[in-house]
Every structure is written in structure tokens, then in C-alpha cells.
């Protein structure tokens, strides 16, 4: 079982307190009724699948109910590093 830092309760908590929420650091466009069709679909469905490290939004559904930022090994399964959202991705993760 994978354990899980929540950067808010600063506990390592296995991962079924928690929930996948995608791809973190993700850029909302400002004015969505600008975008072709092409675009709001790439925006909506395209994400990155990265081989390696991926920054990823997880949320701590049966604790403190918040979101925070990860990066896993997509690899190995193994989580880099936590860290709240809001912030950026750590220097040396990617």
C-alpha cells in the first residue's frame, strides 16, 4: 500500500484517504468563449502521460478534505515530493 504525505496534516497516510484529481499546475485560459473548439478540447481531455516524473493534484478526501500538488515516478509508483497548492513545483523534480 502506498503511503501518502498530506502536506496539511503533515502525516504519511495510506492512499485510500485519498483521491487522483489530474494534472497539476494546469493554466485555466482566461476568456474560454476565445477558443476554437480544438483548442476546448485539448484544454478539457489532452494531458500530458509523462514516463518519469509528473506533477500531479491530489485531494485528502477522508481527512482535511484539501487539495495539494505531488510528484510522482510515474515508474516506480513512488511519490517525489508533496507540497500545497498554490505553490510551485519544487526545483529538482521534474
Avoid at 504519511?12 to 487522483?20: A, C, G, R, S
Avoid at 483548442?39 to 514516463?51: A, G, M, Q, V
Avoid at 495539494?68 to 507540497?83: L, Q
Wanted: contains cysteine.
Amino acid at each position: 500500500m502506498l503511503l501518502i504525505h498530506c502536506p496539511y496534516c503533515d502525516q504519511d497516510l495510506p492512499e485510500l484517504e485519498f483521491t487522483y484529481a489530474g494534472e497539476a499546475h494546469l493554466t485555466r485560459p482566461s476568456d474560454p468563449s476565445l477558443l476554437t473548439d480544438e483548442e476546448w478540447r485539448d484544454f478539457l481531455f489532452i494531458r500530458k502521460n509523462p514516463k518519469g516524473n509528473h506533477a500531479e493534484r491530489w485531494r485528502h478526501t477522508h481527512g482535511c478534505a484539501r487539495f495539494f500538488n505531488a510528484v510522482r515516478d510515474t515508474v516506480s509508483d513512488r511519490f517525489i515530493v508533496t507540497y500545497k497548492a498554490g505553490t510551485s513545483r519544487p526545483e529538482g523534480t521534474e
